[in-house]
């Protein structure tokens, strides 16, 4: 299967402050990537669609200024949380869509932000 | 609305097989996926179906009746590792976007 890395896979920050999380597709070029958000004992919920090139698309209730996400390359997309506050703390994953190819969504490694 | 309904938690002794099931109602379907995740970790894929049948794979087959909303994951002869979360998950459209269920927790005791 193909590789995703997302980095860092954790990170605390004080309140207040900007966390950048990247996520790579490493063998494939990702066209289209996919943020959740992931709470404890809870099930992953989507919170964008981000295509190379374009806009993010947001889903309902996700704050699009709060969580800016950039997708310049094939192989790089980057969610910003901005002005972090411990309400945000959770697990975020990418996952990357091979279009030409692979049926699945791959996924990274996720990132376990923390603020404090 | 969309649902996605898992049981919570299952418990089954190794060794053992333990059926997960999964109804959906969803506003498209383009396929479902079965991904295993253990704690603090990311999903892994663990099967896809798109057609109405079973997928074998290994200790892990996967069925789905898309006129009926219902897929299963089958585990057989369980180990330990396999205690994790199973999610269930449908494709609504062709770009890949993805509506999790909640998770069911296999726990596999000795």
């Known amino acids: 299967g193909a590789v995703v890395s997302q980095h860092p896979s954790w990170v605390i920050c004080k309140s207040g402050t900007s966390v950048k999380i990247e996520c790579r597709s490493l063998?494939?070029?990702?066209?289209?990537m996919f943020w959740y958000r992931q709470f404890p004992k809870q099930s992953l919920m989507l919170m964008a669609t981000s295509n190379e090139g374009s806009k993010a698309t947001y889903e309902q209730g996700v704050e699009k200024d709060k969580f800016l996400i950039n997708h310049a390359s094939l192989t790089l997309s980057t969610l910003t949380v901005t002005s972090a506050h411990p309400e945000d703390s959770s697990f975020y994953i990418c996952?990357?869509?091979?279009?030409?190819?692979?049926?699945?969504?791959?996924f990274g490694q996720g990132t376990r932000l923390t603020v404090v | 609305g969309q649902n996605i309904d898992q049981p919570t938690e299952m418990t089954a002794t190794e060794g053992a097989i333990v059926q997960i099931n999964c109804t959906y109602q969803t506003s498209g379907f383009n396929g479902l996926f079965w991904y295993q995740q253990h704690a603090g970790e990311a999903p892994t894929f663990l099967s896809y179906?798109?057609?109405?049948g079973l997928e074998e794979k290994g200790r892990f087959s996967s069925f789905l009746s898309r006129s009926k909303g219902y897929s299963y994951l089958l585990l057989k002869e369980l180990q330990m590792k396999d205690s994790a979360s199973y999610l269930c998950a449908v494709k609504n459209d062709s770009w890949g976007k993805l509506q999790f269920g909640a998770g069911t927790q296999v726990v596999v005791t000795p």
């Open positions: 996952s990357a869509i091979d279009r030409g190819g692979y049926t699945e969504a791959f």
């Open positions: 179906n798109v057609l109405d």
């Open positions: 063998d494939f070029q990702a066209t289209t």
